[in-house]
């Protein structure tokens, strides 16, 4: 049984650029958050989707936005990128209703 | 807005002795998780607390939850070196959104 995947594992972008993290949920779960953790400091939730929408967002701009496919794969959308968007993503699955989520392996974005 | 502290930020252990993380957070909260993570790498879930006196311990490693004090503590028990890692706490309200502490960094020495 495959747990969490993300894709890619690591990404350099310049400033301004755009930039697509992508995510896919363990088997038979539904539900998938993306938290930014910057160095050194402990994950902040950007947003949750379930049923392809958007069900929580944390305190993060605009310019973060995502997508869940009808597979419930995920994506994360950053545009015009900032030096402090240099993190690691982390995506977490969970099945609606259940309260454990499990962790991707997170993809490094540095932002030059 | 929900604030989770976490004490001390860094634990330096002597192999074979006890020590304990806290976890302090500011409201009400359903659940608290307690995650640890290796240099580079994801988060490892231990363990997941889900109502008042609730205990529950893995090898070493022994959590448990006040929920009228909003604490939690982990307590490690004749550590080795193995458990050097960085460890987090994070507490749920009910949204399946988690808000984590600063973290841990646990270093553990001859």
């Known amino acids: 049984d495959a747990g969490v995947t993300q894709s890619p594992t690591h990404l350099i972008k310049t400033r301004g650029q755009q930039v697509t993290l992508r995510c896919s949920p363990k088997?038979?779960?539904?539900?998938v958050s993306w938290y930014q953790q910057a160095l050194g400091q402990g994950p902040q939730f950007i947003f949750q989707?379930?049923?392809?929408?958007?069900?929580q967002r944390g305190n993060f701009p605009d310019r973060f936005s995502g997508h869940q496919f009808p597979n419930y794969s995920s994506e994360l959308n950053v545009n015009a990128l900032l030096l402090g968007d240099s993190a690691l993503y982390l995506c977490?699955?969970?099945?609606?209703?259940?309260?454990?989520?499990?962790f991707g392996p997170g993809t490094r974005l540095t932002v030059t | 807005e929900l604030k989770v502290e976490q004490n001390p930020l860094f634990l330096s252990m002597q192999e074979g002795k006890n020590y304990t993380i806290y976890c302090n957070y500011s409201?009400?909260?359903?659940?608290l998780y307690w995650y640890r993570q290796d240099p580079g790498k994801s988060l490892e879930s231990l363990f997941v607390?889900?109502?008042?006196?609730a205990v529950k311990q893995e090898g070493r490693l022994m959590a448990s939850l006040d929920t009228k004090a909003r604490l939690s503590t982990l307590h490690i028990t004749a550590a080795v070196h193995d458990l050097s890692a960085t460890y987090f706490c994070?507490?749920?309200?009910?949204?399946?959104?988690?808000?984590f502490g600063a973290g841990t960094t646990v270093t553990v020495r001859a």
């Open positions: 989707y379930y049923e392809e929408e958007e069900r």
């Open positions: 409201t009400t909260s359903d659940r």
């Open positions: 977490a699955s969970s099945f609606a209703g259940s309260y454990e989520q499990y």
């Open positions: 088997s038979g779960h539904d539900t």
């Open positions: 994070a507490v749920e309200r009910g949204d399946y959104k988690l808000s």
């Open positions: 607390l889900l109502s008042n006196g």
